[in-house]
């Protein structure tokens, strides 16, 4: 008999709370928010090493991955030297050394017995914000409205507090295998854990993803299949499929009182009212721990009660939704993109955008374009009218930005993460920790092969999190049966502190002055924007005006100045600022096409013309949308 996990309160809260403010501050998308987080984690670096003693234990398998992340930041950094735009490259930059960050910090800091604790927090903060995504949408006071006016068929997704349905569905699939790890525990959080899974899944599910509902099954399978006690996984799979089955019928059905509509849905909160009464339900047929369940002798049957309502339930889904709801097709044609949804939505171009990052790569396959010239090499060069930002996977947009050296940076990281986990479980006497850890892995490396959560820190940091978990030794067991793990790249080994001291405090106060000018500069073009949307041209070109003191390579603030100088008829100004946005960011076809602009109103009609080929050039059919104003 398996003795139950020992969870640790405050290891719990210490992952759960910035997971979970994270998400609610729209996915701490925002490069304000980047900043912040890279600069923070790397000031808990340098304190580590500072207050570290004179060796510190860490396995070979973390300083491979850490390697591997800091060879992907490094080549990122000397891409500047040949890439298209420094302003775009830069958050980028910022980014890796961010994640970088915390494989480190978490890699270093968890010791061993604090996996499941750190796993058990990944749990919460996604069923936190599952509740808080629910609560959001029937109320009407998340900002799933607004994106609903953008784009309609948003209406029935699910995106708030994250702002994108995606990175909801795949944090909710990467958070399913550690609430599950708790469920089939025989600890005290497993009737929590029952519990909360239920508005997981009604989240995942209202998120209309199907990468991420492929990545929550292929999750779960592996906790599942590895969990040691099979009659804990069948008794608590009698509740649960039923449970889940239920309140994906129910969500089905309530379709529209569950769409985006900015008001409170009396419906929708009957909805709530009825998954929190089913949870409530759920939690009580099952025990505690290896003790009897509260309901006694009367569980068993009751469970059975459940057995012939799945089979109900489960037949009620098919025949509702039907097979075209859950198998989507990934590609789309020019007669799709009819709206910006084409690159925004899930299930919309993918196969466009994964063929320019091959062609990206084919171009120049050891070094790439460099760093942040994905978007600009699709506005040129791309297939669909629409412009975007992202290749919608991070290994092609990888090798198209930094070629064969990012790729094999980036893959090593994830292989060696991977077969660390699978380490992990062969060296377990309780696989079940381990197992979850592969399954959060599993979810996160679906999202970023398929999807751009990599660009949402929120949706991506439960990946991070576990990859420095089980690259490191938090999830070796405290007391263990094996001291040493079999896999001898997992045995923790003594690296002398002076070794590591000088690298970790050199790039993290090169990170942390990097975050400061990111933060600082993106935080006046954000006020830049809002005194502009207010109609306060002076504040707005003072803001920018410090954006680009603190920013000089990038082209945005000269950008907007010159668009501010335009709009206050200074029209020589306007044509100077377009010029420097021009020299900064030479691929960016909205430069080329604002200074075409400038130089048609200043009456130089041939300049004009040739500035106007030249964003033609870089836009292709993306700039027919914003060339409208010269016609």
């Not at 040493?484 to 790039?507: C, D, K, M, N, S």
Request: proline share 6%; with cysteine.
């Amino acid at each position: 008999m398996l003795k139950a996990i020992t969870y640790q309160p405050a290891v719990i809260a210490a992952v759960a709370f910035p997971l979970s403010g994270a998400a609610v501050a729209d996915g701490s998308g925002s490069q304000v928010a980047l900043a912040v987080v890279a600069g923070v984690l790397w000031a808990v670096a340098i304190g580590l090493v500072i207050r570290a003693p004179r060796s510190i234990r860490a396995t070979p398998s973390l300083l491979f991955a850490l390697a591997a992340l800091t060879l992907l930041l490094l080549w990122a950094a000397i891409s500047f030297r040949w890439t298209g735009d420094d302003g775009a490259g830069f958050p980028e930059v910022v980014r890796l050394a961010a994640y970088l960050g915390v494989v480190a910090v978490v890699g270093v800091w968890a010791r061993p017995g604090s996996g499941p604790s750190v796993l058990a927090g990944i749990g919460v903060s996604g069923v936190v914000i599952a509740c808080v995504a629910l609560v959001s949408r029937v109320t009407g006071l998340g900002g799933d409205a607004d994106i609903a006016v953008i784009l309609p068929p948003a209406a029935q997704r699910l995106s708030a507090p994250i702002g994108y349905w995606n990175a909801l569905g795949y944090l909710m699939a990467m958070s399913l295998p550690a609430v599950i790890m708790c469920a089939l525990d025989a600890g005290r959080l497993r009737r929590l854990a029952v519990a909360g899974s239920i508005p997981l899944v009604l989240a995942l599910y209202l998120t209309a993803s199907r990468g991420a509902a492929l990545a929550a099954v292929l999750a779960l399978a592996l906790v599942v299949v590895t969990a040691p006690d099979r009659g804990q996984v069948r008794q608590t799979g009698l509740v649960l499929v039923p449970a889940w089955a239920f309140v994906v019928v129910l969500a089905a059905v309530m379709a529209d009182p569950l769409a985006a509509s900015g008001e409170v849905s009396i419906s929708g909160l009957a909805v709530l009212a009825a998954v929190a009464l089913l949870a409530f339900v759920a939690q009580l047929l099952v025990a505690p721990s290896r003790r009897r369940s509260p309901l006694g002798s009367r569980a068993p049957r009751l469970r059975g009660v459940y057995v012939a309502a799945a089979l109900s339930v489960l037949a009620a889904v098919v025949v509702i939704l039907g097979p075209s709801t859950l198998i989507g097709d990934f590609r789309a044609s020019e007669s799709d993109d009819t709206s910006l949804a084409a690159g925004f939505a899930s299930d919309s171009g993918r196969s466009a955008f994964w063929g320019a990052a091959v062609d990206a790569f084919a171009e120049d396959p050891l070094r790439g374009l460099g760093i942040g010239s994905y978007a600009n090499y699709w506005n040129a060069n791309g297939t669909l009218s629409t412009p975007v930002r992202n290749a919608h996977s991070l290994p092609l947009e990888t090798a198209a930005e930094l070629g064969l050296v990012g790729l094999a940076a980036i893959i090593g990281f994830f292989l060696v993460a991977g077969l660390a986990a699978a380490g992990r479980i062969r060296g377990a006497a309780n696989p079940l920790a381990p197992a979850a850890a592969a399954g959060v892995l599993a979810a996160g490396l679906v999202s970023v092969t398929i999807d751009w959560t990599w660009q949402v820190p929120a949706a991506i940091a439960p990946l991070l999190i576990v990859a420095g978990l089980a690259c490191g030794r938090g999830l070796l067991e405290k007391p263990s049966a094996k001291p040493e793990p079999a896999v001898g790249w997992l045995r923790p080994l003594q690296v002398p502190a002076p070794l590591g001291a000088p690298v970790v405090v050199a790039l993290g106060l090169v990170t942390i002055w990097a975050s400061v000018l990111l933060g600082a500069g993106s935080f006046q073009l954000e006020r830049a924007r809002s005194r502009l949307e207010a109609g306060d041209l002076n504040g707005a070109a003072a803001a920018a005006r410090s954006a680009a003191q603190i920013q000089p390579w990038s082209g945005e603030a000269p950008l907007l100045l010159a668009e501010l100088e335009e709009a206050g008829t200074n029209l020589g100004a306007a044509r100077r600022r377009a010029e420097q946005a021009v020299r900064l960011a030479p691929t960016d076809f909205r430069t080329w096409l604002l200074l075409a602009y400038v130089n048609f109103e200043l009456g130089n009609r041939d300049a004009g013309i040739v500035y106007a080929i030249r964003a033609v050039d870089l836009g292709q059919a993306v700039v027919d949308r914003a060339f409208t104003r010269l016609r």
